[in-house]
């Protein structure tokens, strides 16, 4: 069995996340896994949990909050948060 890194559940199901950067991350749910991975809107706060936006660098759950913070969501928009540009 592994404990989840969030919650210290030791469970038979638990699973690990491998990032990107080589890191690799145990958890025992999914909700565990957004917690610790998902990036949170600088507008409302809000995990992302779908594809979200990013602008300069900047991550927003929606155009909305994008907007609300000033971003010109006409010009620069990626429509998945962390999504490697090229």
Same mark, same amino acid.
């Given at each position: 069995? !592994? ?6 559940? $030791?469970?038979?199901?638990? +699973? $690990?996340?491998? @990032? %990107?950067? #080589? +890191?690799? /991350? @145990? +958890?025992? =749910? +999914? &909700?565990c896994a957004a917690e610790r991975l998902a990036p949170r809107c ?7 949990? #779908? /594809? #979200?936006? &990013? !602008? =300069?660098?900047?991550f927003f759950c929606c155009a909305h909050c994008a907007r609300e =913070? *000033? %971003? $010109? ?6 429509? !998945?948060? *962390?999504?490697?540009? *090229?």
């Open positions: 069995m !592994a404990a989840c890194e969030v919650c210290g559940n $030791d469970y038979w199901l638990a +699973f $690990d996340v491998h @990032t %990107v950067g #080589g +890191f690799v /991350h @145990t +958890f025992d =749910s +999914f &909700e600088e507008h409302c706060g809000c995990r992302i949990l #779908g /594809h #979200g936006l &990013e !602008a =300069s660098g900047r =913070s *000033g %971003v $010109d969501v006409a010009e620069g928009l990626r429509d !998945a948060v *962390g999504a490697h540009p *090229g």
